[in-house]
C-alpha cells in the first residue's frame, strides 16, 4: 500500500494541530473567565494568546471545534486501517475470517436483503436521496443546509475514485463475489457515500424538526441504513472488512468537516419559511 505510513503520520499530525488548538482555546475562555469582573490584572501572557486566538473563536464555535476534532481523529483511524492493510497486521488479519464467515452464512432471504440494500445504497440510490433533500431544502429556504448537502454529495463524487486509484487494492476472490466487480477495492463507495449522504440529510433534518420522535426516528434509520449498506458489500464478497471500515472513516471525516462548517456559518441564524420568517420545518 503506497505512502501508507506516510499517510498515517499526516493523520497523526493533523489531529495533533487539532488539539493544540482546542488547548489554546480553552486556556483563552478559562484566563478570561478567571479575569473578567475580578478588578484584577490579566494573567501574564493572556493579551497575546488572546490576541493570537480571538480571530478563530469568532468562526470555530464549540461545535465546530468537536466537529473538526472528530473529523481529525477519523481521519487518522482511516488512515491506521490503511497502514495495517499494508503492513498486514491485527486489524487486517480479520479480513478473510470475516468474508469466510460470511460466506458460509449466506441464505437465500438475506441474499435478497443484501442485494438491495447494496443496490439502493449505492452511487444511483444515495444520488436520488442527495438531490431530494437539495430540492426539499431549497424549497423551503434553507440555503445553507441545500448547500451543505451538495458540498458533501460532491465530495463523495471526488473521496471515492481518487483514494481508489491511490491505494489500488484488489477486491476480493471472484470466487467469492455473488456480483463481480473488478475495480479497486479501498475504501468501500458505498461505505463512504452512504455515511456522508445518509448522515448529512439525517442530521440536516434533525436540525430542522422540531419533533423529538422525527428526530430519533431520522438518526436511528440512518444508523441501521448506514450499517446495512457497509454489511452488504461484505456479505457479497466485494469487499474485505477494512474496505468497509476505511469507507467509514473516511466518510465520516468528510463529513465531519461538512457539518462543522455548516454550524460555523449559521451560528445564531434561524431558519426560515419561503416567506423570510423564522421558522423551522
Do not use: N
Not at 443484501?114 to 437539495?134: I, K, N
Request: positive net charge; proline residues 6%.
Amino acid at each position: 500500500m503506497r505512502f501508507a505510513d506516510l499517510q498515517q503520520g499526516a493523520g497523526a499530525l493533523v489531529w495533533v494541530c487539532w488539539l493544540v488548538t482546542a488547548v489554546a482555546l480553552c486556556a483563552y475562555r478559562v484566563g478570561l473567565r478567571a479575569t473578567t469582573g475580578t478588578g484584577g490584572a490579566p494573567l501574564p501572557g493572556l493579551p497575546a494568546l488572546g490576541a493570537m486566538v480571538a480571530p478563530a473563536r469568532r468562526v470555530l464555535r464549540r461545535p465546530a471545534v468537536w466537529g473538526t476534532g472528530v473529523a481529525s481523529t477519523l481521519f487518522t483511524a482511516q488512515a491506521t486501517v490503511v497502514d495495517s492493510v499494508a503492513d498486514h497486521s491485527s486489524l487486517a488479519a480479520a479480513d478473510r475470517p470475516v468474508l469466510g464467515w460470511l460466506v458460509a452464512h449466506r441464505a437465500p432471504d438475506w441474499t435478497v436483503v443484501m442485494e438491495t440494500a447494496s443496490r439502493y445504497g449505492g452511487t444511483l440510490g444515495t444520488l436520488v436521496l442527495a438531490l431530494v433533500a437539495v430540492a426539499l431544502l431549497v424549497w423551503r429556504r434553507h440555503w445553507w443546509e441545500a448547500a451543505t448537502v451538495t458540498v458533501a454529495s460532491a465530495g463523495v463524487a471526488v473521496l471515492v475514485p481518487a483514494f481508489k486509484a491511490f491505494y489500488a487494492r484488489p477486491r476480493p476472490p471472484v470466487a467469492t463475489q455473488l456480483v463481480p466487480q473488478f475495480d479497486p477495492s479501498l475504501p468501500s463507495g458505498h461505505a463512504l457515500g452512504s455515511i456522508v449522504i445518509v448522515g448529512v440529510v439525517a442530521i440536516v433534518a434533525v436540525r430542522l424538526v422540531r419533533s423529538v420522535v422525527v428526530r430519533v426516528a431520522a438518526l436511528g434509520t440512518a444508523a441501521v441504513t448506514i450499517v446495512l449498506i457497509g454489511v452488504s458489500r461484505l456479505y457479497l464478497g466485494v469487499h474485505w472488512f477494512t474496505d468497509v471500515l476505511a469507507g467509514w472513516f473516511l466518510g465520516g471525516a468528510w463529513l465531519a468537516v461538512c457539518l462543522a462548517a455548516l454550524h460555523a456559518l449559521t451560528a445564531g441564524r434561524a431558519p426560515v419559511r419561503r416567506d423570510g420568517t423564522p421558522a423551522l420545518l
